[in-house]
């Protein structure tokens, strides 16, 4: 089958529609569902000699509807990132940003740690965990 075969492009744009149907069917599930966690913002970690970095992808997150918690090495970072206003009543054609509750458990390496810093920067969150 050559690139510019109908065929090889046809089931590709199938494939995607496919996705998209099922990330919508989800979405449409649990914005019905009870309050729980919808969605895991992806995380970046880092350590330094006196602290670990953590960096969590929270793009149009409210500073005030997120919630941090270090306990017994687990960082848990949960929250809710509200459907924009703009997007009630409006015919979707692709909803690819999650929506709704999300909650993130990261497990820390061994050590005990104390949160110095939180700061919610360019769509992301900043956590400073200082090394005790």
Do not use: Y
């Not at 966690?37 to 602290?51: G, I, S």
């Not at 918690?69 to 690819?96: K, T, Y």
């Not at 390496?109 to 090394?131: I, T, W």
């Amino acid at each position: 089958m050559s690139a510019r075969d109908p065929r090889r492009w046809m089931w590709a744009e199938a494939c995607e529609l496919l996705d998209q149907a099922e990330r919508l069917q989800r979405q449409f599930f649990e914005l019905s569902a009870a309050p729980r966690a919808r969605w895991r913002p992806p995380v970046d970690v880092m350590e330094t000699e006196q602290a670990l970095i953590v960096l969590a992808a929270l793009p149009g997150v409210p500073a005030d509807r997120i919630e941090v918690l270090l306990e017994q090495g687990v960082l848990l970072i949960s929250g809710h990132r509200p459907l924009p206003a703009e997007l009630r009543g409006a015919a979707l054609h692709r909803l690819e940003l999650p929506h709704g509750r999300f909650q993130r458990a990261i497990e820390l390496p061994a050590g005990r740690f104390r949160l110095r810093r939180q700061e919610l920067r360019d769509g992301c969150l900043v956590l400073e965990l200082e090394k005790r």
